[in-house]
C-alpha cells in the first residue's frame, strides 16, 4: 500500500508491543519516519541506532505535531493520560490508535479526551507472548494472528480502513471490527480469564514437590502465569463485570464436574469430555 | 544394556502410548522379540508389517507364557482384569509393569491377582499428547519427559534396577520413584486438574462467538481439551479424593481473586501475579 509512504508513525510506549510494531512497519510498510517516545532511553537507543526507528525525542510535542498517525503501546490508563496530557500536541487530523486489552473505558474516554479533528480508533492485537519489554520484540509475531480494532458509527470510514489496510499490510491475519463492549466481554473469556488459571494453578499449594510429575498440560496452562503484573491488574480492574461473570461460571462449572465426580457419575463426566473433545476438534478445523 | 537382550517383551494395547513404547525398544534396545496383544488388528498389523513388532498373536497365552516382562499400556481397569483373566499364563519370573495414569489402586490389587513368583512394578509416562491410537505414536515422545515408578519394600530390587536401566535406554530423562499414593496425590494436580480446566474453557457458553478473539493462551489452555473421554472418565473415577480436594482448592483460589476484583483491591492482585511470574519463571530455570 502506498497511502501511508508519506506518514510519519511515533509509537508510544517501546516495549514489547510497541516495539514489535515498529518492527513490522520497518520491515513491512513504506512510511516517511517511525519516532518512539518512551521512558526507557535504552530500548530507544537500541531501536534507533538499528534503524527501527528514525528518531526519538525528549519533548514529545516535537513528534506528535508532526504525526500522521500515533500508536499507543502502553497500560490502558497510560494511554488516557497521554492523550489528556497531549490534547494540543497532535498534528490535525492525526489518527491515533491504541493497542491495550480493554476498550470500552478507552474508547469512550478517548473522545472526551481528544480535540474534535484527531480521529480515535481502538485497537487489540490478538499476539503475544509470555515475555515483556522491547528485547523480547519481534515484527513477527502479529503473523496469522487477528487484530480488533473497535470504530462505531461515528468513526470517519476513511480512517477505519486506512487502519486495517496498515495492520494487514504489517502481518495480521484478520482485521475484526466489533463494538468495544463485545470485546471486554469476550476478552475476559479468551484471555483474562486462561491467564487467571494460569496463575491460580502456579499459586496453587501443591506445586512445592509436584516438580518431576509435570508434564505438557501443566507446562501448557501455566505458561502465560509469568505475567506483568501491573499491566494485568490494571486490565482486571477496568474489565470487572466481565470477569467476574466469568469467573462465576467457572466456579459453577467445577462445582457440576465436582458433583459428577462425587456421586460416580460417570456418564455424565464423558458427556462433559465428549463435548470438549468435539470443539476442540473443531477449533482446530477452524484454524485450518 | 546388555540385559534385556534375551528378552521377549509383551504390549498389551497398542494404542498412542503402547505404540510409542513399542517403537522406542525396536529403536534403542536390543532384545529377542517384541510382541503385542490389542484388539484392533489394524494396528497389530500395521506394527508388524513395518517392523516394530515382531509378532502378533490371537491367543494371549502365548505370548505371555514367553515373555520375561509385559508392559500394560491400557486403561488401569482393563489392566488389572487383564492381569487376573491371565494369572497362570505369565511366564515364571516375570515383570510385569503398566503405564496407567493412577496408580494406588492398580498396584494394590496387582498384588493380589498375580502369581507370587511374578513381580508387578507400576510405572506412569509424564509424556503424551493430544491425540489417542497407533496411528499418533511415535518412539521419540519419551525424550526429555519423566518416568514416575512405584516400588515399594517388597519389590525385588534387581527387577527395580532393571526397568529402570530400559527406561532410561529408551529415552527418558529422569525416572523417579514414589509412593502410589503419592503419584496419585500429585498428578491429580499436575495431569487431572488442568485437563478438567481446559475442558470446563471449551465447553462454556462463552465459547460461541469468540472465534476471532482467541489468541495463545486460549489455544494453550484448551489444547487438551480433545480428550479420551472413555480413560480419562475412569481416570478420575479412580483418584476421585484427590481431584475432589484439588478441584476445592481451585474454586477458594477463584472466589479469592473474585474478592479481589470486586473490592478493587489492586495491590492483592498484584501480589498473586507477582508470585505466580516468580514461580514460573523458576519452572523455567529447572527445565533448563
Redesign the interface.
Known sequence: MDKACGFNITIVGLGLIGGSMAKAIRENLKVKNIWAVDLDRDALKEAHESGIIDDFFEDEKIPLSNSDMVILCTYPNTALDFMKNNRDNFKHGALITDTSGIKEKIVAEARNVLRSDCEFIGGHP???KESMGYKYSDGNIFQG??Y?ITPDEKSNKEAVLLLKEILYTIGFK?I?EMSPEE?DR??A???Q???????????????Q??????????R???????????L???L??EN?QN??E??????K???N??SM??S?D?DS??T??????M???E??Y?RA
Chains 1, 2 share one sequence.
Do not use: Q
Not at 209 to 218: A, I, L
Open positions: 490478538m499476539s503475544g494472528t487477528n480488533i484478520k475484526i470485546h469476550i476478552i473469556y479468551t484471555s480469564l486462561p491467564h487467571i488459571l494460569a496463575c491460580i494453578m502456579m499459586n496453587s499449594k501443591s506445586f514437590g509436584s516438580r518431576d510429575v509435570r508434564g505438557g498440560s501443566f501448557d496452562i501455566t505458561r502465560v502465569a509469568d505475567i506483568n503484573c501491573e494485568w491488574s490494571e482486571l480492574h470487572k470477569i467476574l466469568e469467573l462465576e461460571a467457572v466456579m462449572d467445577i462445582k464436574i465436582s465426580i462425587d460416580d460417570v463426566l464423558k462433559v469430555f465428549k463435548n470438549s473433545s470443539l476442540r476438534k477449533m482446530n477452524e
